[in-house]
């Protein structure tokens, strides 16, 4: 069965959940999960795009288990501080972690001592695909497609391109391209989007990548022309092509990153199992659907699918963050 598929196949079994309670997977878990409030601690900061799914997502899960989820902000140092945090608590289903692929993955690489071993002491449940990340040219590049990109690089022999952080997908992208086309491309590190899409404002860089949420202010003020896409294609702007569909052909080209939930390694199989079917049913909830609307985001997908995943793009990621050749911080 494709990934379609079963995509298909969970928001329907979700959307069923929505008109009737839960049934656990055996009487015994019901009875122990949860027996108190549940911690949802989102490792990054309040207002953003993760910490507005852990609240959606919490509120929903509370609505069904009949308990308090807690969404307490835990950021600094690329989630790791948050996400330590979670792997030293008790593996009893009461306190959850709600991240990005940063934390999951990158960390590892550009971290020393991030305070936690991904797969030692975390276990994924459910994540949300990320969505196609775009790739902005200033209009006075005269870009519109990877091929005037590649183009005007070569012409101008150096490209001042934003990115959102060191280690970022952008910085990735932007080294990808660099070893393919054999371009000189320079990336300016920003801390977050919003300061990045303020350069672009500016017209102080010459392209940049982020989400399409984040770059409204800069599309709609006409100060920026969308050339690319990097894995996906983003469904309000189907005619931008992806970097791999234009040419580009790196495979981390072919990942997605993600947003999603885990919890401490020992938690018990009955309770992750319940945890990820109460996240995919809340792909069927109005205030959910809501979210995932605003960042043009896909439901959350199943326990399997999203270990599936997790193991497909690791190495990936992990292959070209070590290309990056950034030393540990």
């Not at 009875?31 to 989102?42: E, F, V």
């Not at 983003?234 to 580009?248: N, S």
């Not at 072919?254 to 199992?273: L, N």
Request: aromatic share 8%; with cysteine; hydrophobic share 40%.
């Amino acid at each position: 069965m494709s990934a379609k598929l079963d995509r298909r196949h969970f928001i329907a079994a979700g959307t069923s959940a929505l008109a009737m309670p839960f049934v656990a997977r055996s009487a015994s878990a019901q009875a122990a999960w949860p027996s108190r409030q549940i911690r949802m601690i989102c490792s990054y900061p309040a207002g953003g795009q993760t910490d507005l799914l852990a609240r959606a997502y919490g509120e929903f899960i509370s609505k069904q288990v009949g308990k308090t989820v807690v969404v307490e902000n835990k950021p600094g140092a690329s989630g790791a501080i948050g996400t330590a945090e979670v792997a030293r608590a008790e593996p009893d289903g009461h306190t959850m972690l709600c991240s990005i692929s940063t934390t999951y993955i990158m960390n590892r690489v550009v971290m020393k001592t991030p305070g936690y071993d991904m797969d030692k002491d975390l276990t994924l449940v459910s994540v949300i695909p990320g969505a196609g990340l775009l790739l902005v040219a200033n209009p006075k590049t005269g870009v519109k497609t990877l091929d005037d990109f590649v183009a005007f690089a070569r012409k101008s022999g150096k490209v001042n391109f934003g990115t959102y952080s060191a280690g970022s997908s952008p910085h990735m992208t932007i080294h990808e391209l660099n070893k393919q086309y054999g371009l000189n491309i320079e990336p300016i590190h920003y801390r977050g989007e919003a300061p990045m899409w303020t350069g672009m404002l500016e017209g102080t860089l010459d392209a940049a990548m982020g989400s399409y949420t984040a770059a409204q202010s800069v599309l709609q003020s006409d100060r920026g022309n969308v050339f690319a896409v990097h894995s996906k294609k983003v469904d309000a702007i189907p005619t931008v092509k992806t970097l791999p569909e234009q040419g580009a052909t790196s495979k981390f080209f072919t990942v997605s990153g993600f947003t999603g939930w885990a919890v401490p390694k020992a938690t018990p199989q009955p309770v992750v199992d319940r945890l990820a079917e109460l996240c995919v049913a809340a792909n069927g909830d109005p205030k959910v659907k809501e979210v995932l609307a605003t960042f043009v985001l896909e439901p959350a997908i199943g326990f399997k699918e999203t270990n599936a995943l997790y193991q497909r793009e690791l190495p990936i990621w992990i292959e070209s963050a070590k290309s990056l050749g950034l030393e540990p911080a």
